[in-house]
């Protein structure tokens, strides 16, 4: 069977070259003083997107998930989770199957146990207000990750921030991941917010001539 393709759908991300030019200089940081993979994931759709990453610094390790690699936010992992999170439930309701989501598989061709709606509601209420996650077990590949959620000055999602690594390897105090990712999404939201003042347009104030009389 053969599909032909008559139509594209295409999603430009609101990125300058400023702002992509200091997320490849954090992203290479927190590799180096983490020792991990530094992932950018943005959304196209009902998927996960990986814009950009720098590679596991042994090179022995191989992440699957590489640039323009796609994955399901169905699978509801930390990083479906923060994404869906910033969303209202209605708007879940409204754009996804609620029925139709599952955990995170962790065995090698099993997909994870299906989760009913009020399952789904519950956990992304629980982690609507959080800024960071973390999944210490590691997926079905052997792979774990720590996140944080990039919002634009608006308040609406931009992209997620993400370490990957081994879910064998001897893992960090959580803080040092959490600390790490929080000071990468500081810099990167002042710098967003610099950019959008920057970019505002400037108030034309209109002086009425005077008149004597």
């Avoid at 530094?38 to 720098?54: D, P, R």
């Avoid at 996804?96 to 099993?110: L, Q, S, Y």
């Avoid at 509601?121 to 990750?145: E, P, Y």
Wanted: with cysteine; proline share 6%.
């Amino acid at each position: 069977k053969y599909v032909v393709r008559n139509f594209r759908l295409e999603r430009n991300v609101p990125m300058s070259e400023n702002y992509l030019a200091k997320l490849d200089d954090t992203m290479r940081a927190l590799s180096a003083e983490l020792n991990v993979s530094a992932e950018v994931v943005v959304v196209a759709g009902h998927e996960l997107l990986w814009h950009s990453k720098t590679e596991y610094p042994d090179p022995n390790v191989v992440i699957r998930a590489s640039v323009g690699f796609r994955r399901s936010l169905y699978e509801l992992d930390v990083l479906s989770q923060l994404y869906l999170s910033r969303l209202d439930w209605d708007e879940v309701e409204a754009k996804f199957f609620t029925n139709g989501f599952f955990e995170t598989p962790r065995e090698p061709g099993k997909i994870g146990p299906p989760l009913k709606t009020k399952e789904v509601k519950a956990v992304l209420d629980q982690r609507r207000a959080d800024i960071f996650a973390a999944d210490l077990l590691g997926n079905h590949v052997g792979i774990r990750r720590f996140a944080t959620v990039i919002h634009d000055p608006n308040g609406k999602f931009l992209h997620l921030l993400a370490l990957a690594e081994p879910a064998e390897k001897a893992c960090a105090p959580i803080e040092k991941y959490q600390d790490a990712l929080l000071k990468a999404r500081a810099e990167l939201s002042e710098l967003v917010y610099q950019e959008s003042a920057a970019a505002r347009l400037q108030p034309k104030y209109h002086v009425m001539p005077m008149r004597g009389g």
